[in-house]
């Protein structure tokens, strides 16, 4: 079994790379991005549709690349590596999955190439508390999703809602009448989160079969828990690398303080964290590309489960080594500390994946 990564992937990565380096850097273009609620620029969103990375999951009849998750995780980890902020995950990830997995040919025809183009942008709400009724053809939601990630961002939102005879996936455009959106505070101005409030909003439902958990739904949530792994990924690789990088150039009596004992443990350590997680998220995206239902669920939940249990710790010994100058808001460790703090909150955290994990392994 080849574990390398091909010719086009590597390419795939480059490419990527040298458009986040030269086009959305850590400064100004992240910081700059901080205090925004939509986390992007026109010009930063359409150069990512132009390389093909929103379209990048979707089929080529609809405009995309047609290429799978062990792709889009190649650029998830670059993106983890600049903190990149902005509703890529959301809507080239969840949103375009949701309309993949549960629409049907004409909400695919509608809804896929604007999505790949960029042109939309989507976010999608799985666990929150929304009924559908009926209305006519369509279909009014309410309900309260208190944490939507990249909520205001998105002109389009992909809701599960409880009917009269199932879960289905809605698609709601957020300029309707019955629909409020309002920026949540968090710690990682990276990650943007809203709360959304629906109050019989128009919608249209995609296909007509159950999407209940464990079906398209829970497809749908283990492509994003892996997404949001594979990020934390790339977020602890520079890390790491910026750590080392700052224990071989800073002198402390007379010698570097990457001789000392303590630091090249705590170094190590991270290193031991991140190489793990990255086994564990690629073989998830492995899984979610050709695996069976069970073992997409089964690989998707450990890998998120020990990403969000440890990746965080990389961030707080990338403070510890930095020292005085790691606490500063100049120094760019904070970034990549709060984004690991918040991939430890995902999906419950740490001890909710295990749990599940639990459950998997004991039934």
């Given amino acids: 079994m080849d574990f390398e990564f091909s010719a086009e992937q590597e390419e795939l990565r480059s490419t990527v790379r040298r458009f986040l380096v030269d086009r959305a850097p850590l400064r100004p273009y992240v910081r700059d991005q901080l205090d925004d609620n939509r986390g992007t620029t026109v010009a930063v969103w359409k150069g990512l549709a132009d390389l093909g990375a929103t379209g990048l999951l979707v089929p080529e009849q609809y405009g995309g690349a047609d290429l799978g998750m062990v792709e889009m995780g190649v650029v998830l980890e670059e993106m983890g590596r600049l903190v990149h902020p902005g509703p890529f995950r959301s809507s080239a990830v ?19 190439p604007r999505l790949a183009s960029g042109d939309v942008v989507g976010a999608v709400a799985l666990d929150g508390a929304i009924t559908a009724a009926p209305a006519g053809s369509a279909w009014r939601l309410s309900g309260l999703v208190p944490r939507v990630g990249d909520g205001a961002a998105a002109h389009v939102l992909v809701a599960a809602a409880t009917t009269a005879t199932g879960v289905g996936l809605f ?5 309707e009448p019955g629909i409020e959106i ?8 990276t990650t943007k989160f809203a709360t959304v409030r629906l109050d019989g909003a128009a919608a249209r439902r995609l296909g007509s079969g159950d999407a209940r958990p464990g079906d398209v739904v829970g497809e749908v949530a283990d ?9 934390g990924l790339g977020a602890a690789e520079a890390a790491l690398e910026l750590t080392v990088t700052y224990a071989k150039e800073r002198v402390q009596f007379e010698r570097p303080i990457g001789s000392f004992q303590a630091v090249q443990h705590l170094c190590a350590d991270m290193l031991q964290w991140v190489e793990l997680a990255r086994a564990g998220s690629y073989y998830a995206l492995w899984a979610l590309d ?13 890998a998120l489960a020990y990403a969000s249990d440890t990746l965080h710790r990389v961030g707080a010994a990338a403070i510890q080594v930095l020292g005085g100058i790691g606490f500063t808001w100049e120094h ?4 990549f500390y709060k984004r690991l703090l918040t991939l430890q909150q995902t999906g419950g955290g740490g001890p909710a994946q295990y749990e599940e994990l639990a459950a998997i392994v004991l039934d």
Wanted: proline share 3%; aromatic share 0%; hydrophobic share 50%.
């Fill in 94 to 112: 969840g949103a375009v999955s949701a309309v993949l997995l549960a629409g049907s040919p004409d909400d695919r025809s509608d809804l896929l």
């Fill in 171 to 175: 698609a709601v455009n957020t300029d």
């Fill in 182 to 189: 309002a920026p949540a505070d968090t710690v990682d101005g």
């Fill in 223 to 231: 492509r994003l828990a892996v997404a949001h792994a594979v990020d």
């Fill in 290 to 302: 050709g695996a069976d239902a069970a073992e997409r669920h089964r690989a998707a939940t450990m």
């Fill in 332 to 335: 760019d460790a904070h970034l």
